[in-house]
């Protein structure tokens, strides 16, 4: 009787260990799934503040354009030969009609990239959301399997 009693706690060690064992590699499997979406998101930030920077630039230009051909001296042009281009470009327009439609053209791209800057920064907040979700689900699963652990420890 001593020896089925022995057997049966040698069994009952032996799959609380395999429980264990089994619970440590989900413990790293979610850690390395919460590893990996943190890269992801990092990776997505980056992208989307150089695409914000870049937007900002054309922005940028192209209301320093548009200030030139109204006429207005803008002091924060990057350099000498961007202001003679310009002023070469509104040299060769021949009419006010032209000057007009010039400015349009140019109203509109800064209007188109101002819809494409929110539009990017609307898809960056949804990714943030997104990504902050997920690695808040894989941390709580972690969480989970631990305090898993140590209940099963206990018993």
């Known amino acids: ?3 089925d009693l022995t057997q049966q706690w040698l ?9 264990i064992a089994q619970l440590q ?3 790293i499997a ?12 990092n990776t997505e930030a980056e992208q989307r503040r150089t695409d914000s920077q870049l937007f ?3 922005i940028a230009s192209l209301k320093a354009e548009i200030q030139k051909l109204q006429g207005i001296e803008d002091a924060t042009l990057p350099d000498n030969e961007t202001v003679t281009a310009i002023q070469q470009e509104v040299a060769q327009l021949s009419s006010l009609e032209e000057l007009k439609t010039k400015l349009t053209a140019a109203m ?3 209007d188109r990239l101002l819809q494409a800057l ?3 920064q609307d898809n960056h907040s949804q990714t943030c959301k997104s990504l902050t979700t997920a690695l808040g689900d894989a941390i709580d ?3 989970r399997q631990q305090g898993a652990v140590k209940e099963g420890g206990r018993e």
């Open 108 to 110: 509109k791209e800064r």
């Open 30 to 41: 979610t850690w390395e799934s919460a590893e990996k979406w943190r890269k992801l998101y």
């Open 1 to 3: 009787m001593s020896e």
């Open 141 to 143: 699963g972690l969480k």
């Open 11 to 19: 069994t009952e060690i032996k799959s609380l260990k395999q429980q």
């Open 118 to 120: 929110k539009t990017e």
């Open 25 to 27: 590699a989900e413990r």
């Open 56 to 58: 900002q630039q054309t």
